[in-house]
């Protein structure tokens, strides 16, 4: 039975994997559409554009498998796959709900879930540096530069909310949870959020993949369905960034609803964040190199700092 069940717990977790990343490019394309007026996506088979996530799959799938002649093979063929994989094992430890909903409980879950979330960045830099190309070098620098800056205030975040709960594991955090939490650590949780979308290169932080300026970054070279495999890990980056702020900062499964359809009341959470991500991005403009930057150095890590300073003065008084 444990192997049945560890077998089981796998295949929902693949199966999620493979479909939630799509429903939120699929929302992206209408969200969008709506917001800027885009016809396109709006017709695409009919009813409300339901054929245009089918025709975009298609479209990578038909087109041409090119690697450069003077690109390292090896490295830029591997890049996709590492970009990828790191979203789909960290899915394996954000809890869902209560008593013992997520595909496999960590202690350290925490501390393993940012290491690996890491991990991604890296596929970026491979297809930046393998592809032999100047403006894919340039993004992949560009994002080297971006996951040092923004990684260290994301982790000072996650910190608060250890060191609240007195735990690393992610379902004890949830259980820790109080719903005076939400103000408390409202500034760790802007912190935790906005490092997310700079280290998955999303809009208005997107400077790594600027289309006006170096074409599309570290992934210019990619045609066909490893560029679709890019695409697809930032889509399921987003919706492991919003889980992870739906457990650490809103309380996961806590709600209004009943136990037992506590995975509900998360999911509910993790798109209305997935959201939010789509609208930033059709919201704001893209920031310069040296704003995004200083940003991460002069505003997002002072609040992480302010945040744990608040996080300890809050624990000494209720102990």
């Known amino acids: 039975m444990n192997l049945l069940d560890t077998l089981l717990r796998c295949v929902a977790v ?4 493979l479909v939630f990343p799509l429903i939120i490019g699929q929302t992206e394309h209408k969200v969008m559409a709506h917001m800027q007026g885009r016809l396109g996506p709006m017709y695409a088979g009919g009813f409300h554009g339901w054929a245009q996530l089918v025709a975009d799959g298609v479209k990578f799938a038909q087109k041409e498998d090119v690697v450069p002649l003077d690109a390292d093979r090896r490295v830029f063929q591997a890049a996709p796959v590492v970009a990828l994989l790191p979203y789909l094992i960290v899915l394996l430890l954000v809890p869902v709900g209560p008593n013992g909903f997520v595909g496999q409980a960590v202690d350290a879950g925490l501390f393993f879930v940012l290491a690996v979330m890491g991990i991604g960045v890296l596929g970026s830099l491979m297809a930046g540096w393998a592809s032999a190309n100047k403006f894919s070098l340039l993004g992949g620098l560009r994002t080297a530069a971006q996951l040092m800056s923004y990684e260290l205030p994301m982790l000072l975040a996650a910190a608060s909310v250890a060191m609240a709960a007195g735990t690393l594991s992610l379902p004890g955090i949830v259980d820790a949870f109080h719903w005076w939490w939400v103000p408390w650590q409202l500034i ?27 074409i599309f970054g570290a992934y210019t070279e990619y045609t066909g369905l490893r560029f679709a495999f890019f695409l697809l890990s930032e889509f399921a980056g987003i919706l492991v960034i919003c889980a992870l702020t739906t457990v650490l900062f809103l309380g996961g499964w806590h709600g209004p609803l009943p136990e037992s359809l506590g995975w509900l009341w998360t999911l509910l959470k993790t798109f209305a964040l997935a959201f939010v991500v789509i609208w930033l991005r059709v ?37």
């Open 14 to 17: 693949l199966i999620v994997f």
């Open 283 to 319: 919201t704001y403009p893209r920031l310069r190199e040296d704003q995004l930057m200083r940003f991460a150095w002069t505003c997002l890590i002072p609040l992480a700092l302010l945040q744990l300073a608040i996080t300890g003065v809050v624990k000494v008084a209720i102990s």
């Open 188 to 214: 760790g949780a802007f912190v935790f959020f906005t490092a997310g979308l700079a280290e998955l290169q999303r809009p208005p932080f997107d400077m790594p993949v600027a289309d006006s300026e170096i």
